[in-house]
């Protein structure tokens, strides 16, 4: 059982750089994937960015892949993505979700592996 919760979003401009934290409860954190998804308005939720329970494997959609980064820190229950060279596409609700996973190096793009979700946050990208 674990609870998570987003943290980090706000307004920023095109161009501009934000780093979204994904805290979590419980002292069994370090056995989930975890991974990134966003909706915008009138739109299906998207996978963003995924890491295995490691730490140690990544994925990343296509639109994001070389502005987003997504890292963890087991020893403070926190996943991280680092979001730079934002676009006003990248404006949604960036949610957190986990997985439990028995190996090191799992990580699904697939939102319906995983088993829990956070409330999200609010990323706005405009000038």
């Known amino acids: 059982q674990v609870q998570l919760g987003e943290s980090g979003g706000g307004l920023v401009q095109p161009g501009g750089s934000l780093r979204l934290s994904c805290a979590a409860s419980?002292?069994?954190?370090?056995?989930?994937?975890v991974g990134w998804f966003r909706q915008a308005p009138g739109k299906e939720r998207e996978f963003v960015a995924g890491i295995s329970r490691s730490g140690g494997s990544t994925s990343y959609a296509d639109p994001v892949k070389g502005r987003f980064t997504i890292s963890r820190d087991n020893a403070k229950n926190t996943v991280y993505l680092q979001m730079n060279s934002l676009k006003s596409e990248d404006t949604a609700v960036y949610y957190c979700a986990a997985k439990t996973s028995v190996t090191g190096s799992y990580v699904s793009i697939d939102q319906r592996r995983y088993d829990y979700w956070g409330q999200g946050t609010q990323v706005t990208v405009s000038s």
């Open positions: 419980g002292r069994t954190f370090s056995t989930y994937a």
